[in-house]
DNA sequence: CTTTGTCAATCTGTATGCATATTCCCCTGG
DNA sequence: CCAGGGGAATATGCATACAGATTGACAAAG
């Protein structure tokens, strides 16, 4: 792989842990200093990051960090739900017993999680979780889709550990879920995704909307 | 704007357009010599087509315009299914009086068209139409990914100029959506969108396999 | 004291140069 | 006549150089 291509990754990494938090600058030079290279392969990087909408670039002014508005963040909360019902829809018409194990897997991995009451390793198993829903769509386009726009509201997640009892309520609606999966049953599976990562979205433009009107004031 | 900006979408329409066919090579110096710039910005175009999925990459090996499989190609028209199906399903439930005067006026554009039995003409319109629904979801986001899939997918829309009395059905599946987005009916337009959509990629696919079949022998 | 204009420093965008990997062609051997 | 290997040509990937724009500060005027 090329230098540019583990640049992106590392940056992308960096964005997604929340390393470089939303609004950051993103300094030409001075990224080509921390990682040893010249600023080509480090524009070349930015300039990825940039068309997949994980930074923001403005002529002459260099890129930043996307920092979404809160209206955006919603429509994009609001797609990511409409995507993966798709998936569960697709999923439940589609399931192999592969797909059956890794999801139960992948649900009894979240339940240990919670049982720790260790956040960050709860949310870990949740990507897992939800990956698996991906791949069992069956469709590697659309899973590609919805591992992409997860990844692009990563940096937003982390916010939620700030929010009580969701966690329980998330394990609670991961069982619906995977239950309707199971039985094939294409709507139920799809409503019950498409609620879940909605109600999400809303505690999460809650709490942006709520960071922001005190910092603006 | 910079060069590498206005070269992206020269590029990118000459790809959309159908000038650039899937499989052709991009060659940096010729592209370069082409447009009178230097490598640079070319580079920087083509990376951002690469990141939107336009083109593929391989180290070493230059640029090529995507050429799909025919399992990926359906798997597209899936995706791009169940997108509009969701734009459909907020655009029930949120169209405005101007999106309903845009919906209209897109339909009597494409009945027009149909009319003329200009095939491109009605293509256009239908483009048109589609738009209008993607903006009627009042989600900026998701909008901006229907657009883009569709822009992704156009290449191959262009094969579609063969299949026969595709168009009066085409034409009969518009109407009927437009009539359950004006009633509200947030189910029944999303369905009606998913099973347009989808029967236009089995179509495709089908000629895809069809032509792909031959050459392959 | 505030505001505006100018200048300097800095950073982006593009061009060019160079090293290396790949590819294609030709030559040699069987 | 065909297959395999080696070398030259070519193209990519990165580094460096340069021009133009933006930003920030500082000074001068109101």
Redesign the pocket.
Same mark, same amino acid.
């Given at each position: 792989m $090329?230098?540019?291509q583990r640049l992106r990754q590392r940056i992308e990494d960096e964005i997604v842990s929340g390393d470089l938090a939303p609004g950051s600058r993103l300094? !030409?030079?001075q990224l080509a200093a921390r990682f040893g290279? $010249? @600023? #080509?392969?480090i @524009? !070349?990087a930015l300039l990825q990051l940039a068309a997949t909408g994980l930074v923001q #670039?403005k002529?002459? @002014?260099?890129a930043i960090v996307t920092a979404s508005e809160p209206h955006l963040l919603l429509a994009m909360f609001e797609t990511m739900a409409e995507i993966e019902a798709a998936c569960g829809r697709l999923a439940a018409r589609r399931l192999a017993a592969a797909d059956a194990a890794a999801l139960t897997a992948a649900l009894d991995g979240c339940r240990a999680a919670l049982a720790t009451t260790d956040t960050e390793a709860y949310y870990a198993e949740n990507y897992v979780f939800h990956a698996a829903i991906y791949r069992a769509s069956h469709n590697a386009f659309l899973a590609d889709q919805a591992l992409s726009l997860h990844r692009r509201l990563a940096p937003y997640r982390r916010l939620q550990l700030r929010v009580r009892q969701r966690l329980p309520q998330s394990m609670a609606e991961h069982e619906g879920i995977v239950a309707a999966l199971l039985a094939g049953e294409e709507t139920k599976a799809a409503d019950a995704l498409r609620s879940h990562v909605l109600v999400q979205g809303d505690r999460f433009t809650d709490l942006i909307a709520g960071l922001r009107a005190p910092s603006a004031a």
């Amino acid at each position: 792989m $090329s230098h540019a291509q583990r640049l992106r990754q590392r940056i992308e990494d960096e964005i997604v842990s929340g390393d470089l938090a939303p609004g950051s600058r993103l300094d !030409e030079s001075q990224l080509a200093a921390r990682f040893g290279v $010249s @600023r #080509t392969p480090i @524009r !070349e990087a930015l300039l990825q990051l940039a068309a997949t909408g994980l930074v923001q #670039t403005k002529p002459r @002014r260099g890129a930043i960090v996307t920092a979404s508005e809160p209206h955006l963040l919603l429509a994009m909360f609001e797609t990511m739900a409409e995507i993966e019902a798709a998936c569960g829809r697709l999923a439940a018409r589609r399931l192999a017993a592969a797909d059956a194990a890794a999801l139960t897997a992948a649900l009894d991995g979240c339940r240990a999680a919670l049982a720790t009451t260790d956040t960050e390793a709860y949310y870990a198993e949740n990507y897992v979780f939800h990956a698996a829903i991906y791949r069992a769509s069956h469709n590697a386009f659309l899973a590609d889709q919805a591992l992409s726009l997860h990844r692009r509201l990563a940096p937003y997640r982390r916010l939620q550990l700030r929010v009580r009892q969701r966690l329980p309520q998330s394990m609670a609606e991961h069982e619906g879920i995977v239950a309707a999966l199971l039985a094939g049953e294409e709507t139920k599976a799809a409503d019950a995704l498409r609620s879940h990562v909605l109600v999400q979205g809303d505690r999460f433009t809650d709490l942006i909307a709520g960071l922001r009107a005190p910092s603006a004031a």
